[in-house]
């Protein structure tokens, strides 16, 4: 079942999401939904508050790097190396998208939708996209950390994404238009 995308101005996604308990059917099919939702909408990752569940669940796309779906559960997030500065987009925040500076490394523990754990290192693309998934389980946004000049760039339609509080309204043919979605 295709889910809701919820926007930014949305107060469920500056919470912070619940980390889950209970591996049971309910959470494999909000899995399945959440993958078939960032597939409709051609996200590469997404975030269960995005699509209003307040809890600690993330899917990523690698169809482009191994041709496998990745969830994460309860992630636990180590970052290293350097860092680089890379164009993010979002879901959430339809039309925007601006550079981020993130480390290019990291390691993820997690849990599958069985409740198995799953542990693996990544850089480059997919280690960004994981990190910007598991902000979002922590009430954060790409814009959050984007410099505060090119922050203020953006502002204004920031503020006008926040006051039409949009989610819900906009249709995915509107949200096709953006790039690098997650
Ligand atoms: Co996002």
Redesign the pocket.
């Known amino acids: 079942m295709i889910l809701k995308i919820h926007y930014y101005g949305d107060p469920l996604l500056r919470r912070k999401a619940q980390e889950v308990k209970n591996f049971d059917r309910e959470l494999k099919r909000l899995v399945e939904d959440m993958f078939e939702t960032m597939e409709n909408n051609e996200g590469v990752g997404l975030a269960a508050p995005?699509v209003g569940v307040s809890q600690r669940v993330l899917v990523i796309d690698l169809k482009r790097i191994s041709g496998e779906r990745l969830v994460m559960i309860n992630p636990k997030l180590q970052l290293s190396g350097s860092k680089e500065s890379l164009s993010e987009g979002?879901?959430?925040i339809p039309g925007i998208s601006g550079e981020v500076v993130r480390p290019v490394h990291v390691r993820v523990e997690g849990f599958d939708a069985d409740g198995k754990k799953v542990e693996l290192e990544a850089e480059g693309m997919l280690a960004r996209v994981l990190q910007?998934e598991v902000d979002?389980l922590d009430g954060i946004f790409?814009v959050d950390r984007m410099n505060p000049v090119r922050r203020a760039l953006i502002n204004r339609k920031l503020k006008r994404l926040e006051k039409d509080n949009i989610s819900g309204k906009l249709n995915s043919e509107k949200m096709k238009k953006a790039e690098g979605l997650?």
Do not use: W, Y
């Open positions: 995005q979002c879901l959430s910007h979002h790409f997650f």
